[in-house]
């Protein structure tokens, strides 16, 4: 049994795969098209993968898994009973999945083309432009905290990675948006103490702990949340940018320098020059116009609590 398994692989090996060989030899420029058709494979298996694990459907591909893994053992013992079995569940299995994952072959047929699809393949939107939108979200949110005159404290880290603060605080992971970041700074809640830090365009932690500055020339009316934010942009080059709870005024730390009383206006600006210009070269004017029902949002409760 295990001779004429043997033989088969060989036969296998001989007939398909020393063939494919010889043609790449014959002919050199078909090996582009191998690299570029694996590579679509495996990118699209590993997506797939990454989905389903977020779907219902993961716990029923490890039991299409173990019934496959089953079906080949048998067969190479020579079950033949339980060979036969496996092989037509695995047979009448494949009428069952389309009937079970109806629903998301139809969603996943309707967003071919879409930008939900695009979206899957990781084709999404252009990284200056999302840049700019995040930075949008932070001013809406910093503005929020100033009219309450709620304390808060955002880093945006830069070229300098900040691991190290990130590691101190807890870890969010979690897509850029205003009403986020108005209600972690809430008082009297696990998270408002603390830094919150965005990087790659998401918030990845809250309640971070920053050094404090400790230079003599810093003025003494200046709060911790101040000091923390001189500290940090001495020590890296991102920025951060204060709220101050005692007054409701907002400040940017910039490169160990601390820019009081700044306006949204100006906030943006600056925003706009020190991540994006900097780090894109694109200073395209946006509007801000589709972020106004965000805003109104905020303005439809008065409480942030």
């Known amino acids: 049994m295990i001779d004429g398994f043997n033989i088969s692989l060989q036969n296998i090996f001989n007939q398909n795969i020393m063939e494919y060989l010889n043609m790449l030899q014959e002919h050199p420029i078909r090996l582009i098209t191998l690299i570029v058709d694996v590579s679509i494979v495996v990118l699209i298996g590993i997506k797939l993968l990454k989905f389903a694990k977020l779907s219902r459907a993961w716990q029923l591909l490890k039991g299409i898994a173990f019934l496959v893994i089953a079906t080949a053992i048998s067969g190479f013992l020579d079950l033949k009973i339980l060979n036969f079995i496996l092989s037509s569940i695995m047979t009448w299995g494949v009428f069952a999945l389309l009937v079970i994952f109806q629903p998301e072959l139809r969603r996943g047929l309707e967003q071919l083309g879409t930008n939900k699809f695009t979206k899957f393949f990781g084709i999404d939107k252009d990284i200056a432009t999302k840049t700019k939108e995040d930075i949008y979200k932070i001013v809406i ?61 998401k918030i990845v932690a809250a309640a971070c702990m920053l050094p404090l500055a400790s230079d003599t020339d810093i003025a003494k009316e200046l709060g911790t949340r101040h000091r923390a934010a001189i500290g940090i942009s001495k020590e ?4 951060a940018i204060v709220v101050s709870e005692e007054t409701g005024k907002i400040s940017i730390a910039k490169d160990g320098t601390l820019i009081a009383d700044v306006k949204e ?23 801000m116009g589709k972020f106004k029902n965000v805003r109104f949002g905020f303005k439809n409760n008065k409480k942030i609590s």
Do not use: M, Y
């Open 141 to 201: 949110a910093a503005s929020e905290l100033s009219k309450t005159k709620t304390g808060g404290l955002i880093v945006i880290e830069r070229d300098i990675q900040i691991r190290d603060i990130i590691s101190t605080g807890i870890e969010i992971n979690s897509e850029v948006s205003p009403q986020l970041l108005v209600n972690i700074f809430v008082p009297n809640t696990p998270l408002h103490d603390g830094a919150v830090v965005i990087s790659n365009n």
């Open 265 to 287: 206006d100006a906030l943006k600006k600056i925003l706009i020059k020190s991540v994006v210009t900097k780090r894109f070269g694109d200073d395209r004017p946006n509007k």
């Open 236 to 239: 890296s080059d991102a920025i």
